[in-house]
């Protein structure tokens, strides 16, 4: 539904500039109060992440910190905001109906994810990684993800092989359906559930960063044309996880992870079309 509210918009492609590792530019508009209403109340964000610091209080229906976040992360990883994106504390705070200070815990949980970057006397804006940064991300899962399929193609049961089964049959329907937001956030939580199955909630939480990340990164370098993370690969490494073959599993893992990366275009930074009017409309409208 937020692509359905997003496409009517209108609002002009902002080129992107190649810019070197660590110097993460303030994009060169702010998102308006109107755009600020559409950041959709359906909550994607993975179990496990602290929700920006705030619990649900005030009046009958006001809502929480913790929606906030959520909507907001939503709205990043589904490219809904695209990376470079102002997200002034004033807007936001006018678009959800609350204080200052809560949209800038909100920010500041989120800058923790690397998913926001807040730089002083200029704000907050959506990240936007540089060439550098994503080849360590993609190298860091690499070196993380190689050592999750090892240890489930040890020990994976029948019944966690067909729950991961029916999750890649989700990721199939969203790619026939053409859902594109969906099908980027449901291929990164199946790599979530993989590292779940494992039972070390700080490994989880880690490759949770690295995947939120790697979000950021397919929104600016992804390459025209080319497949993302396929759900087609991820049923043919379940076959290796069944088949208890460990280097099997290894080797494809890394494969898999190694053509995502190399179906982004690193050579330079660039932008696709992103509509932001009323961004945020349907999460006002839901909460009247």
Not at 119 to 128: D, E, I, L, W
């Amino acid at each position: 539904m937020a692509r359905a509210i997003i496409k009517q918009a209108g609002v002009k492609q902002i080129p992107a500039k190649r810019i070197p590792a660590k110097q993460i530019p303030v994009a060169g508009r702010k998102i308006t109060a109107a755009e600020a209403q559409a950041v959709p109340q359906r909550v994607s964000r993975p179990r496990g992440s602290a929700p920006g610091g705030g619990t649900p209080g005030g009046r009958r229906g006001a809502i929480d910190d913790a929606t906030i976040y959520h909507s907001v992360y939503t709205a990043i990883v589904d490219h809904i905001i695209m990376p470079g994106t102002k997200l002034p504390e004033d807007v936001l705070a006018r678009a959800f109906g609350v204080s200052r200070t809560r949209i800038r815990k909100v920010l500041l949980a989120l800058s923790h994810e690397n998913l926001v970057t807040l730089q002083h006397n200029r704000g907050a804006s959506v990240t936007k990684p540089g060439v550098q940064e994503a080849r360590e991300v993609f190298a860091a899962r690499r070196i993380v993800e190689t050592g999750i399929a090892a240890e489930l193609a040890r020990r994976i049961s029948p019944p966690q092989l067909a729950a991961l089964r029916r999750f890649v049959a989700r990721e199939h329907a969203a790619e026939t359906a053409r859902d594109r937001s969906t099908g980027i956030r449901l291929s990164g939580e199946f790599h979530l559930e993989l590292a779940k199955l494992i039972g070390n909630e700080p490994l989880s939480g880690f490759l949770r960063a690295l995947i939120s990340r790697t979000s950021l990164i397919i929104a600016v370098y992804e390459a025209p044309g080319k497949a993302m993370c396929s759900h087609a690969e991820h049923g043919a490494l379940l076959d290796r996880l069944a088949a208890r073959d460990v280097a099997g599993a290894v080797r494809y893992m890394e494969e898999h992870l190694q053509r995502l990366e190399d179906s982004l275009d690193l050579a330079a930074a660039k932008r696709r079309p992103v509509d932001l009017q009323g961004v945020f409309a349907q999460l006002a409208a839901t909460r009247r």
